[in-house]
């Protein structure tokens, strides 16, 4: 396919306005004529499709009223033929594959170029697939061999995964340096080192990478 069919309705579901206007501006490029539906939370996404036919649903991983786990689920079971495209700034190569196995069609970086947007999206409605160089280079590996890439979580210290728990359930920093008996500025320190070795920018993007790797 050359081109986006006329008909092709999109929701683009992310927190971020201004990542939803530049997604939605790259895609009306490749189609003016493109149907392209907002919404900022899980619990809009669920209305949305229920109330309107769509043939593709472009969604970012954290945002509030729910988790990518259950919006796939939601989806898989209400409307099985929507194709699902996950809209990340994660790690492609420690996340992709978890949510093309939760059922996700495929994954694409928000780092990515307006020509790879073209790319997935394309790829997306012909086959309902996209798959970049670097998650076919993972499913062989793991084909091969079963390797899949390593826990991000190996990379904090013991300290560091403790306090990574405490921030999932909701605790401020006061009532952490409390509990574990040091000061609040060492809580923050230790918070600041465990996001950046994650790669992460946010508590609820912490939650959902606990959730999947079961920490």
């Not at 969604?59 to 009223?65: A, K, L, T």
């Not at 939601?74 to 196995?101: G, V």
């Not at 499913?139 to 013991?158: H, I, Q, V």
């Amino acid at each position: 396919m050359n081109d986006l069919q006329l008909i092709v309705r999109i929701v683009v579901a992310d927190d971020l306005g201004i990542v939803r206007m530049g997604l939605v501006q790259t895609v009306k490029r490749l189609s003016p004529d493109a149907v392209i539906s907002e919404v900022e939370d899980y619990k809009s996404l669920y209305k949305i499709i229920l109330k309107e036919e769509f043939d593709l649903a472009i969604m970012d991983v954290n945002m509030p009223n729910g988790t990518v786990q259950e919006a796939i689920h939601y989806i898989k079971i209400h409307k099985p033929e929507l194709k699902i495209l996950i809209f990340s700034s994660q790690d492609e190569e420690l996340y992709a594959m978890r949510y093309l196995k939760m059922g996700a069609g495929g994954y694409l970086s928000k780092q990515s170029s307006p020509e790879i947007v073209k790319a997935a999206v394309t790829a997306m409605l012909d086959k309902g697939r996209y798959f970049s160089d670097n998650v076919k280079e993972a499913m062989f590996l793991e084909s091969l061999t079963g390797a899949t890439k390593d826990s991000p979580f190996e990379a904090l210290s013991d300290r560091e995964l403790q306090i990574a728990n405490k921030l999932a359930e909701g605790l401020p920093l006061k009532e952490i340096s409390n509990q574990l008996n040091i000061h609040s500025s060492t809580v923050s320190t230790y918070k600041n080192r465990l996001f950046e070795k994650l790669k992460i920018r946010s508590v609820p993007e912490l939650v959902e990478i606990l959730r999947l790797y079961n920490k």
